[in-house]
């Protein structure tokens, strides 16, 4: 029996119909190890790969990734994008209303999208995307207010 092991990020940017670079190595590893990061401190650690590349070469890489499906793109309202490595299953966020921190929140019906539209207009629905607000622990403490149940 033969144990499976985890694709390099080059196999997966050529399984992905992707030419293999550097920075695109680079980029995938950084936004994998990061906790949706937004895309300066994503080039920053692109930076400390691979030295100097370009915002615009991060945002047409983000692009080029995000196309195929190597990692998600989210944007909270009033927020500006941010990216992770968590992909291929149908989960949500949490967002601070204070300090923007976000975190994963899985879903707790099953399989994509896992949540029926009320009506669905038509679509072909294979995703959900919720995003809950409140306050972070810290934030919460910070304020006084009194902390989640």
């Known amino acids: 029996m033969t144990a499976s092991r985890t694709p390099t990020p080059a ?11 550097a920075a695109r190595v680079a980029l995938l590893d950084t936004v994998r190890a990061g906790d949706h990061l937004g895309v300066e401190a994503i080039a920053s650690g692109v930076r400390d790969r691979v030295g100097h590349v370009s915002l615009q070469a991060v ?3 983000l692009h ?7 990692v998600r793109r989210i944007e909270p309202a009033g927020s500006p ?5 968590r992909v291929g299953d ?3 966020h949490i967002v601070c209303r204070s300090c923007g921190a976000v975190a994963d929140v899985d879903c707790q019906v099953g399989e994509a999208p896992c949540l029926t539209a009320s009506h669905d207009h038509g679509f072909a629905i294979d995703e ?4 809950y607000w409140g306050l972070c622990p810290d934030c919460s403490t910070a304020s006084g207010a009194p902390p989640a149940l």
């Open 64 to 70: 080029a990734l995000t196309a195929a499906g190597l």
């Open 90 to 92: 149908n989960h949500h």
């Open 128 to 131: 959900a995307e919720v995003i």
């Open 81 to 85: 994008a941010r990216f992770e490595g």
């Open 11 to 21: 196999e997966e940017l050529r399984g992905a119909g992707l030419r293999v670079t």
């Open 59 to 61: 945002y047409e890489g």
